[in-house]
Protein backbone atom coordinates (compact mmCIF):
# COMPACT_ATOMS: atom_id res chain seq x y z
CA UNK A 1 0.00 0.00 0.00
CA UNK A 2 1.29 3.23 -1.18
CA UNK A 3 0.66 6.11 2.01
CA UNK A 4 0.50 10.02 0.16
CA UNK A 5 0.23 12.86 2.55
CA UNK A 6 -1.31 15.09 0.29
CA UNK A 7 -1.94 17.81 2.78
CA UNK A 8 -2.14 18.19 6.03
CA UNK A 9 -4.95 15.71 6.66
CA UNK A 10 -5.80 14.24 2.99
CA UNK A 11 -4.20 11.07 2.90
CA UNK A 12 -4.52 8.67 -0.13
CA UNK A 13 -3.83 5.00 -0.05
CA UNK A 14 -3.11 3.12 -3.62
CA UNK A 15 -2.64 0.02 -4.09
CA UNK A 16 -2.61 -1.70 -7.70
CA UNK A 17 -6.08 -2.92 -9.03
CA UNK A 18 -4.58 -4.88 -12.03
CA UNK A 19 -1.06 -4.30 -13.75
CA UNK A 20 -0.37 -0.81 -14.63
CA UNK A 21 -3.33 0.68 -13.05
CA UNK A 22 -3.74 1.88 -9.46
CA UNK A 23 -6.94 1.76 -7.39
CA UNK A 24 -6.77 5.23 -4.94
CA UNK A 25 -8.58 5.63 -1.34
CA UNK A 26 -7.68 8.64 1.17
CA UNK A 27 -8.46 9.75 4.85
CA UNK A 28 -9.26 13.42 5.83
CA UNK A 29 -8.35 13.44 9.53
CA UNK A 30 -11.37 16.10 10.40
CA UNK A 31 -12.11 17.86 13.95
CA UNK A 32 -14.93 15.96 15.08
CA UNK A 33 -14.89 12.83 12.83
CA UNK A 34 -12.37 11.18 10.61
CA UNK A 35 -13.41 9.99 6.72
CA UNK A 36 -12.54 7.16 4.88
CA UNK A 37 -12.92 7.78 1.05
CA UNK A 38 -13.82 4.56 -0.64
CA UNK A 39 -12.51 1.00 0.61
CA UNK A 40 -10.63 -0.17 -1.93
CA UNK A 41 -10.67 -3.61 -3.31
CA UNK A 42 -10.57 -6.13 -0.31
CA UNK A 43 -10.59 -6.01 3.43
CA UNK A 44 -6.73 -5.13 3.57
CA UNK A 45 -7.32 -1.61 2.29
CA UNK A 46 -9.88 -0.52 4.87
CA UNK A 47 -7.56 -2.19 7.30
CA UNK A 48 -4.10 0.05 6.16
CA UNK A 49 -6.44 3.19 6.38
CA UNK A 50 -7.87 1.78 10.18
CA UNK A 51 -4.38 1.51 11.19
CA UNK A 52 -3.00 4.46 9.80
CA UNK A 53 -5.82 6.37 12.10
CA UNK A 54 -4.90 4.24 14.96
CA UNK A 55 -6.31 5.10 18.26
CA UNK A 56 -7.67 8.84 16.96
CA UNK A 57 -11.21 8.53 19.24
CA UNK A 58 -12.76 10.50 16.63
CA UNK A 59 -15.84 8.37 15.23
CA UNK A 60 -14.93 7.02 11.36
CA UNK A 61 -17.59 8.10 8.72
CA UNK A 62 -16.79 5.90 5.38
CA UNK A 63 -17.80 7.65 2.07
CA UNK A 64 -18.65 5.12 -0.96
CA UNK A 65 -17.80 7.76 -3.96
CA UNK A 66 -19.77 5.19 -6.22
CA UNK A 67 -21.26 1.30 -6.26
CA UNK A 68 -18.13 0.05 -8.35
CA UNK A 69 -16.74 -3.51 -6.40
CA UNK A 70 -13.08 -1.62 -6.68
CA UNK A 71 -14.16 1.42 -4.17
CA UNK A 72 -16.23 -0.55 -1.61
CA UNK A 73 -15.00 -4.19 -1.65
CA UNK A 74 -13.88 -3.42 1.87
CA UNK A 75 -16.71 -1.45 3.48
CA UNK A 76 -17.24 -4.86 5.74
CA UNK A 77 -14.32 -4.04 7.66
CA UNK A 78 -16.26 -0.39 8.81
CA UNK A 79 -19.84 -2.33 9.03
CA UNK A 80 -21.46 -0.87 12.13
CA UNK A 81 -19.75 2.54 11.36
CA UNK A 82 -21.43 5.19 9.46
CA UNK A 83 -21.44 4.36 5.06
CA UNK A 84 -22.61 7.46 2.93
CA UNK A 85 -23.61 6.95 -0.19
CA UNK A 86 -25.54 8.43 -3.05
CA UNK A 87 -29.32 7.30 -2.15
CA UNK A 88 -29.41 5.10 -5.57
CA UNK A 89 -25.97 3.55 -4.17
CA UNK A 90 -26.88 0.53 -2.15
CA UNK A 91 -29.67 -0.43 -5.26
CA UNK A 92 -26.83 -0.71 -7.64
CA UNK A 93 -24.59 -2.57 -5.19
CA UNK A 94 -27.01 -5.00 -4.32
CA UNK A 95 -27.43 -5.50 -7.78
CA UNK A 96 -24.21 -6.03 -9.53
CA UNK A 97 -21.98 -6.94 -6.75
CA UNK A 98 -22.01 -10.71 -7.77
CA UNK A 99 -21.39 -10.04 -11.75
CA UNK A 100 -18.87 -7.40 -11.13
CA UNK A 101 -16.44 -9.67 -8.76
CA UNK A 102 -16.66 -12.63 -11.05
CA UNK A 103 -15.54 -10.26 -13.72
CA UNK A 104 -13.09 -8.98 -11.42
CA UNK A 105 -11.61 -12.73 -10.96
CA UNK A 106 -12.28 -13.33 -14.78
CA UNK A 107 -9.89 -10.52 -16.04
CA UNK A 108 -7.19 -10.29 -13.78
CA UNK A 109 -7.79 -8.17 -10.94
CA UNK A 110 -6.11 -7.96 -7.65
CA UNK A 111 -7.85 -8.30 -4.32
CA UNK A 112 -6.67 -7.36 -0.91
CA UNK A 113 -7.89 -9.74 1.00
CA UNK A 114 -11.53 -10.32 1.39
CA UNK A 115 -14.39 -8.50 -0.97
CA UNK A 116 -17.56 -8.76 1.05
CA UNK A 117 -20.55 -7.02 0.23
CA UNK A 118 -21.63 -4.28 2.63
CA UNK A 119 -24.01 -1.66 1.45
CA UNK A 120 -23.83 1.77 2.94
CA UNK A 121 -25.90 2.96 5.73
CA UNK A 122 -26.79 6.38 5.19
CA UNK A 123 -27.80 7.47 1.95
CA UNK A 124 -28.43 11.32 0.35
CA UNK A 125 -29.57 13.43 -2.45
CA UNK A 126 -28.07 16.79 -3.50
CA UNK A 127 -25.76 17.75 -0.90
CA UNK A 128 -24.62 16.86 2.36
CA UNK A 129 -22.64 18.72 4.80
CA UNK A 130 -20.29 18.39 7.55
CA UNK A 131 -19.57 22.25 9.14
CA UNK A 132 -17.40 21.31 11.98
CA UNK A 133 -15.24 19.20 9.87
CA UNK A 134 -15.69 21.41 6.65
CA UNK A 135 -16.50 18.71 4.45
CA UNK A 136 -19.14 18.93 1.84
CA UNK A 137 -20.58 15.94 -0.29
CA UNK A 138 -22.19 16.35 -2.93
CA UNK A 139 -23.94 14.44 -6.36
CA UNK A 140 -21.64 14.51 -9.26
CA UNK A 141 -23.51 11.77 -11.59
CA UNK A 142 -21.39 10.88 -15.06
CA UNK A 143 -18.70 8.42 -14.12
CA UNK A 144 -22.17 6.25 -12.95
CA UNK A 145 -25.41 7.57 -11.93
CA UNK A 146 -24.68 7.16 -7.79
CA UNK A 147 -21.06 9.27 -8.32
CA UNK A 148 -20.62 11.61 -5.81
CA UNK A 149 -17.39 13.88 -4.97
CA UNK A 150 -15.51 15.37 -1.47
CA UNK A 151 -14.49 18.71 -0.71
CA UNK A 152 -12.37 19.71 1.80
CA UNK A 153 -12.99 23.27 2.49
CA UNK A 154 -10.21 23.08 5.05
CA UNK A 155 -7.45 22.51 2.82
CA UNK A 156 -9.05 23.30 -0.35
CA UNK A 157 -9.11 19.34 -1.51
CA UNK A 158 -11.46 17.86 -3.91
CA UNK A 159 -12.32 14.12 -4.13
CA UNK A 160 -14.19 13.29 -7.44
CA UNK A 161 -14.19 8.99 -7.51
CA UNK A 162 -14.14 8.24 -11.20
CA UNK A 163 -15.21 10.93 -12.77
CA UNK A 164 -12.47 11.13 -14.94
CA UNK A 165 -9.03 9.87 -15.50
CA UNK A 166 -5.93 11.93 -16.14
CA UNK A 167 -3.24 10.28 -17.89
CA UNK A 168 0.31 11.67 -20.09
CA UNK A 169 -1.00 15.48 -19.45
CA UNK A 170 -4.78 14.57 -20.81
CA UNK A 171 -8.21 13.64 -19.16
CA UNK A 172 -10.78 11.03 -19.70
CA UNK A 173 -14.22 11.38 -19.28
CA UNK A 174 -15.02 8.27 -17.72
CA UNK A 175 -19.05 8.20 -18.32
CA UNK A 176 -20.75 7.28 -21.37
CA UNK A 177 -18.61 8.80 -24.32
CA UNK A 178 -21.57 10.01 -26.14
CA UNK A 179 -22.80 11.94 -22.96
CA UNK A 180 -21.43 15.51 -23.32
CA UNK A 181 -24.20 16.79 -21.61
CA UNK A 182 -23.42 14.85 -18.70
CA UNK A 183 -19.53 15.49 -19.16
CA UNK A 184 -20.54 19.29 -19.01
CA UNK A 185 -22.86 18.90 -15.92
CA UNK A 186 -19.76 17.45 -14.63
CA UNK A 187 -17.36 19.75 -14.98
CA UNK A 188 -19.75 22.61 -13.94
CA UNK A 189 -20.63 21.01 -10.34
CA UNK A 190 -16.59 20.58 -9.93
CA UNK A 191 -16.33 24.39 -10.98
CA UNK A 192 -18.30 25.27 -7.90
CA UNK A 193 -15.55 24.58 -5.10
CA UNK A 194 -12.31 26.44 -4.77
CA UNK A 195 -10.16 23.65 -4.65
CA UNK A 196 -5.98 23.33 -5.33
CA UNK A 197 -5.60 19.63 -4.80
CA UNK A 198 -8.09 16.91 -7.16
CA UNK A 199 -7.49 13.72 -5.77
CA UNK A 200 -9.53 11.29 -8.16
CA UNK A 201 -9.62 7.10 -7.87
CA UNK A 202 -6.89 6.07 -10.41
CA UNK A 203 -4.99 8.80 -11.20
CA UNK A 204 -1.90 10.61 -9.65
CA UNK A 205 -3.17 14.06 -7.66
CA UNK A 206 -3.85 17.11 -9.74
CA UNK A 207 -4.02 21.00 -9.37
CA UNK A 208 -7.01 23.22 -10.27
CA UNK A 209 -5.54 23.03 -13.52
CA UNK A 210 -7.42 19.75 -13.94
CA UNK A 211 -10.25 21.83 -14.83
CA UNK A 212 -8.60 23.20 -17.99
CA UNK A 213 -7.93 19.72 -19.07
CA UNK A 214 -11.88 18.68 -18.67
CA UNK A 215 -12.71 21.52 -20.62
CA UNK A 216 -9.93 20.55 -23.47
CA UNK A 217 -11.63 17.11 -23.15
CA UNK A 218 -15.21 18.28 -23.51
CA UNK A 219 -14.18 20.58 -26.70
CA UNK A 220 -12.74 17.33 -28.67
CA UNK A 221 -15.80 15.15 -27.38
CA UNK A 222 -18.16 18.27 -28.75
CA UNK A 223 -16.05 17.90 -31.94
CA UNK A 224 -16.36 14.84 -32.66
CA UNK A 225 -19.70 14.33 -32.19
CA UNK A 226 -20.74 17.60 -34.11
CA UNK A 227 -22.24 19.18 -31.00
Same mark, same amino acid.
Given at each position: ??????????????????????????????????????????GDCSQ??????? =????????????HDWDH????????????????????????????????????????????????????????????? /??????????????????? /????KVLHT? =?????????????????????????????????? /????????????? /????????????????? =??
Amino acid at each position: MKITKVTSRNIMFGTPECEGADVNMAVILGTKHNFVIDTGIGGDCSQAMLDYIG =DDPKPIIVINTHHDWDHVAGNWVFEGSTIIAHKLCPALMDKKWGEQIKWAGENDRYFRGEARKCLPSLVFDGVLHFPE /DGITIFHAPGHTEDSIGIY /DAVDKVLHTG =DGFGVYGGKAHYWGKTEDVAGFRNMIEIYKQYDF /DVCISGHSEPQTD /DVIALLEAALAEACEKQ =DV
